[in-house]
């Protein structure tokens, strides 16, 4: 079914990623020999080492600020040991592709180091969502007010402010109430619930010893519909704070879903207005939330688009994300990896493949960016018409499992 086979593929995070035989493709993915090793993008003011490495004249200095050695062969190198290299400044100056908004209209031609410059002003751009439209974060209930363009750039947020959401949720979970009310005085929560207040033991004896029987059943009587009321009031208060605490665990369970020991399952959601929405831009793709291979291990997510080289299928493929414990683990990652479309009712139609990570390849070295700029997977993982027609899609979500276990 995955008759794309495995590849390794150039990516923008920015939803301009996709590798295709375009121009597009070659304005935002360079050609080896014009990409800089520590940005991953066009050579700017490029510069050769004396071991013969080309970088970004800004990339390199800032480099070495910190190390005294090539970032791409460990060599010693200093500040003396760079050149100007203006013949590939020339060749990178001489290239010219079109804007990628060329598939909303725009039919300019630039050089690909304009391109950025270009797209703040394109007339063709994607117009920015108002205030009310953009995507909440899933964390504004208990504070937190940033709000997202598209669902990639949500995901992105969860993923880098944990931290943040954990303590917005301990702080919102420390402010639930037991109970507003002053409790060590019966009048005063009789004035609070608006009751008429018994009298006093002594007023009781006085209406006793004048044989006031029917004052006294008054009394009584309007006590318990009182204490029948608050007992309501009580009730109410439990079960909202029911309600917060499971709302609480659910939050505290979504953060925590990620540590699945390399068994993830990704609920793909929206499914048919997703699909619409990336024929219309062959440039969108979605990103599941990261998961870990182990505690304190690997960090992985999937990628899911539509194929670049045919439309008609799904392309699916991993990508390494960076944390904050990468200096203990042995790089590059290795391991096996099996994809999988579970089919809702029908096993026997489950679509399953198995990959082996190819650690020579850029998509499984230690990330210097949140995600390796590379993904590793399938461009034609299965074919869109036999997942709608076989059924794969229940409730408008398609479930896709990745086993990653490392070697």
Request: proline share 5%; net charge negative; with cysteine.
């Amino acid at each position: 079914m995955a008759s794309g086979g495995m590849f390794d593929d150039k990516i923008n995070t920015n939803d301009m990623s996709v590798a295709e035989e375009s121009s597009i493709n070659d304005a935002l993915a360079p050609e080896a020999r014009f990409e800089c090793p520590i940005c991953l993008a066009w050579l700017r003011d490029p510069v050769l080492t004396s071991c013969g490495h080309r970088f970004c004249r800004n990339c390199i200095y800032s480099w070495l600020e910190r190390e005294n050695a090539c970032p791409v062969d460990n060599m010693k190198l200093n500040k003396e040991d760079i050149f100007p290299d203006n013949f590939t400044r020339r060749e990178i100056s001489q290239q010219r592709t079109k804007c990628p908004n060329i598939v909303r209209g725009c039919l300019i031609e630039l050089s690909p180091l304009d391109i950025e410059t270009h797209l703040m002003v394109c007339e063709y751009k994607i117009p920015e969502l108002p205030d009310n439209e953009k995507l909440r974060c899933s964390f504004m209930e208990v504070g937190c007010e940033e709000k997202f363009e598209d669902e990639p750039e949500l995901q992105r947020h969860l993923e880098q402010h944990i931290q943040k959401h954990l303590t917005m949720l301990s702080k919102a979970y420390g402010k639930i109430v037991v109970n507003n009310y002053p409790t060590n005085s019966t009048a005063s929560l009789s004035e609070q619930a608006n009751f008429w207040d018994p009298p006093a033991k002594n007023e009781v004896q006085s209406v006793v010893k004048d044989n006031n029987l029917q004052e006294l059943l008054k009394t009584l009587y309007e006590k318990i519909v009182y204490l029948e009321q608050k007992t309501r009031e009580q009730d109410i208060i439990i079960v909202n704070m029911s309600e917060q605490i499971s709302s609480h665990n659910l939050s505290m369970t979504k953060l925590h879903q990620r540590y699945c020991n390399g068994c993830y399952l990704w609920y793909f959601s929206d499914f048919k207005n997703k699909i619409n929405a990336m024929r219309e831009n062959p440039h969108l793709m979605h990103y599941s939330p990261g998961f870990f291979t182990s505690p304190n291990g690997y960090k992985l997510c999937l990628r899911l688009n539509l194929s670049p080289k045919d439309n008609n299928y799904i392309a699916i493929l991993v990508h390494v994300m960076k944390t904050e414990h990468d200096h203990s683990l042995d790089w590059p990652f290795s391991g096996r990896l099996t994809i999988s479309l579970i089919h809702p009712t029908q096993s026997f139609r489950t679509i399953k493949e198995t990959m082996m990570t190819r650690p020579e390849l850029d998509a499984f070295k230690r990330p210097v960016q949140n995600m390796n700029t590379k993904g590793f997977g399938y461009t034609e993982f299965a074919l869109l018409e036999d997942i709608i027609e076989q059924d794969f899609i229940s409730n408008n979500q398609l479930l896709i499992k990745i086993q990653a276990q490392t070697l």
